[in-house]
């Protein structure tokens, strides 16, 4: 029985729940011409020659942006290869939301409006995400409907097969379920860090801190454990501890607003605010949702002494007020 329940929970991990598009592998890809969010004609043909990933997907889904996220990183490998990756979605999806996780996660590939959703029907999208994958000879080679643990490892495995690189049995056996490892300290430390950001909106810091040390311990690489636990520390003034959290998260992640939003609180916390205030204006920087950025600049200013630009800081803290809150917000009450 025991043998039974464990294959079960190993096909629903890895298998979808369904074909991704209507395309049949082997299908000459439907071509589009169409545009950018920023008013480029790109059209499909213009990457003939090319294997070419086309990613459709939405802005209020964590799988989209996994797969997003997953897909860019396989190309900065890939792309001196010949790969390119479009993504699509839909006309009434949220642009802004778009383009801020494009900024917050460095994606640089285009992303398309299908404002009459012609793409999706000439491909059948059945799914989100769907991912695409397209020869070189403009042929739909394979795909992957959601966004399944296997993920990055099937896309890595479809890019390299088309590339010659491995052959037909090796692709099998990359894409087995049984050879298939699921990393437990991804698993683990996502579990905590959601159980963490629980105890936080309940205000249960002592508790809270506990489970982030534990998430950050789980996978030291997780680079929203380590900036949820620097946000605690400085709820905690422990200042210290909170600058090296946010510290080591800067290194893995040097593009995290929050992440050096952090470090000038904790900078601040430290008195050092020629420092805090460098590593704040940094943070303000391309940042979609600075307000809290603008507080903590207000709060060095003030503490160093400056009631003018103190002042200034504040009030583009309030202008920059809006409904959706970023992580620092939702952690550390405006005193």
């Not at 042929?139 to 088309?162: C, E, F, N, Q, W």
């Not at 990359?174 to 300290?185: F, R, Y």
């Not at 210290?240 to 510290?247: H, R, S, Y």
């Not at 805090?276 to 920087?285: C, G, R, T």
């Amino acid at each position: 029985m025991i043998r039974i329940i464990l294959s079960l929970v190993i096909f629903l991990l890895f298998t979808p729940a369904s074909d991704a598009i209507s395309i049949s592998s082997g299908s000459t890809a439907p071509d589009f011409t169409i545009n950018s969010i920023d008013g480029k004609r790109i059209a499909l043909n213009d990457y003939k020659g090319n294997i070419v990933v086309i990613i459709f997907w939405r802005t209020d889904q964590e799988r989209s942006v996994l797969a997003l996220q997953d897909a860019k990183d396989i190309h900065d490998k890939y792309k001196s290869k010949g790969m390119e990756i479009i993504s699509v979605m839909e006309e009434s999806d949220n642009k802004e939301d778009a383009l801020m996780i494009f900024k917050n996660k460095g994606i640089d590939y285009p992303l398309l409006i299908d404002t009459e959703r012609k793409i999706y029907s000439d491909y059948g999208v059945r799914v989100f995400p769907t991912t695409v994958i397209i020869d070189k000879q403009g042929l739909v080679a394979y795909d992957i409907p959601s966004h399944p643990l296997t993920y990055k490892t099937k896309l890595r495995g479809y890019i390299k097969k088309i590339l010659g690189e491995i052959d037909e049995s090796e692709l099998e056996e990359t894409l087995s379920p049984h050879k298939e490892e699921v990393d437990k300290s991804v698993l683990d430390a996502s579990r905590l860090y959601n159980l963490a950001m629980k105890f936080t909106e309940s205000r249960i810091f002592d508790t809270a801190i506990d489970t982030a040390v534990k998430s950050v311990n789980a996978n030291p690489e997780m680079v929203e454990s380590r900036i949820l636990l620097g946000f605690l520390y400085l709820e905690t003034k422990e200042a210290d501890k909170a600058l090296e959290a946010f510290q080591k998260a800067v290194e893995l992640d040097p593009n995290s607003h929050d992440a050096k939003t952090g470090l000038g609180g904790a900078l601040i916390l430290k008195g050092d605010f020629d420092k805090a205030i460098e590593a704040l204006n940094s943070a303000a920087v391309a940042n979609p949702y600075p307000q809290m950025t603008y507080y903590e600049l207000g709060k060095a200013y003030e503490l160093k002494g400056d009631k003018a630009k103190s002042s200034e800081m504040y009030k583009k803290a309030i202008e920059k007020l809006i409904d959706k809150k970023i992580l620092p917000a939702s952690i550390t009450k405006c005193d």
